[in-house]
T-cell receptor, first 112, second 113 residues
Framework: GDSVTQMEGPVTLSEEAFLTINCTYT??????LFWYVQYPGEGLQLLLK?????DKGSNKGFEATYRKETTSFHLEKGSVQVSDSAVYFC???????????FGAGTTVTVRA | NAGVTQTPKFQVLKTGQSMTLQCAQD?????MYWYRQDPGMGLRLIYY???????DKGEVPNGYNVSRLNKREFSLRLESAAPSQTSVYFC????????????FGQGTRLTVV
């Protein structure tokens, strides 16, 4: 079935550093792609999304572009803050069965 | 606005005991889900309910049962708990199956000893 693979963590950065988390997907159809974020002690919440090729999702300074040619949806932020410390999940909704599937998650820690 | 509420937040069970995890949403969503979260494996879908009155197996249904009690509530039951079911369980809901945004509860941390 459709799946996502994201880079393993943990990732530790200093404040104002550039963050990239790689995500690639495998799909037989045309999935919608998402990044979810989980702050400590909380459930997941949607960070951004892209529903078709070349779409760019953005929110809170984070961006990700749906690249069909490389089957990727990498998450980037130009200048991270301590408050960005969280676990980030790449996810897709399959166009075959409409179920939401997640990658393994990447733990990001930002130090002051 | 409560969103998705799960109870309990923490639970310790002995092997063989049973328990039910409760979930309720107040957003009038049609679809509800149960996931488990394990280190290095992300979230895996246990069961889902596309709409009131329907339930279907997800990726890892063995050892679990579910009930969609009404449109608001979706419970997960462990009939005979095993150590392999030690995990963090999340309930989620969305307007419809395949709808872009799913809303998650805060999770239930379950330990089976």
């Amino acid at each position: 079935g459709d799946s996502v693979t994201q880079m393993e963590g943990p990732v530790t950065l200093s404040e104002e550093a550039f963050l990239t988390i790689n995500c690639t997907y495998t799909a037989t159809g045309y999935p919608s792609l998402f990044w979810y974020v989980q702050y400590p002690g909380e459930g997941l919440q949607l960070l951004l999304k892209a529903t078709k090729a070349d779409d760019k999702g953005s929110n809170k300074g984070f961006e990700a572009t749906y690249r069909k040619e490389t089957t990727s949806f990498h998450l980037e932020k130009g200048s991270v803050q301590v408050s960005d410390s969280a676990v980030y999940f790449c996810a897709l909704i399959s166009s075959n069965d409409y179920k939401l599937s997640f990658g393994a998650g990447t733990t990001v820690t930002v130090r002051a | 606005n409560a969103g998705v509420t799960q109870t309990p937040k923490f639970q310790v069970l002995k092997t063989g005991q049973s328990m039910t995890l409760q979930c309720a949403q107040d957003m009038n969503h049609n679809s509800m889900y149960w996931y488990r979260q394990d280190p290095g494996m992300g979230l895996r879908l246990i069961y889902y309910s596309a709409s009131e009155g329907t339930t279907d197996k997800g990726e890892v249904p063995n050892g679990y049962n579910v009930s969609r009690l009404n449109k608001r509530e979706f419970s997960l039951r462990l009939e005979s708990a095993a150590p392999s079911q030690t995990s963090v369980y999340f309930c989620a809901s969305s307007e419809a199956l395949g709808w872009a945004e799913a809303f998650f509860g805060q999770g239930t941390r379950l330990t089976v000893v």
